[in-house]
């Protein structure tokens, strides 16, 4: 895919880590759980009634927080927990500190400590939410 397309209007784009942090979203996969993942989308998460189930990401100060959710304990979850940090207001720097299972996992599987790797991500607005998208 062509960075190009995304980069239509983006010249007053900034996102910021107040925006992150005080926000709910969806994303397409568990961000950082495969390496060579290029890719992500982001979208607000909406408070409605029903929680919205499937791949779910959080912010704070300084982490990130990335997981599956589900409406029954039948499944095989997920989860992602690592540090980030702007370069600017539009890359973002991610490192995954734990990638830890729960659920169906059978046999159980163990967490996972990846040896640290920090890995560059350009952020774009789209019309439905942002895309971020590896930067080599």
């Not at 062509?2 to 397409?28: A, M, P, R, Y």
């Not at 499937?54 to 039948?74: E, L």
């Not at 370069?87 to 991610?94: E, G, K, P, Q, R």
Request: hydrophobic share 35%; net charge neutral; aromatic share 16%.
């Amino acid at each position: 895919m062509s960075i190009s397309c995304l980069s239509l209007g983006q010249s007053k784009f900034e996102l910021s880590k107040t925006f992150l942090v005080n926000h709910k979203w969806k994303i397409d996969k568990i961000l950082g759980l495969d390496s060579t993942d290029g890719e992500y989308n982001l979208s607000l998460a909406i408070d409605t009634p029903w929680f919205d189930y499937g791949n779910r990401i959080g912010f704070n100060d300084s982490m990130f927080f990335s997981f599956y959710t589900a409406p029954c304990g039948n499944d095989y979850f997920t989860d992602v927990v690592g540090y980030y940090e702007f370069l600017d207001s539009n890359i973002l720097l991610i490192n995954v500190r734990r990638i830890s299972y729960h659920g169906e996992w059978n046999p159980p599987r163990p967490p996972v400590t990846p040896p640290e790797n920090w890995v560059k991500l350009k952020v774009f607005k789209k019309e439905d939410g942002y895309k971020f998208v590896r930067v080599l």
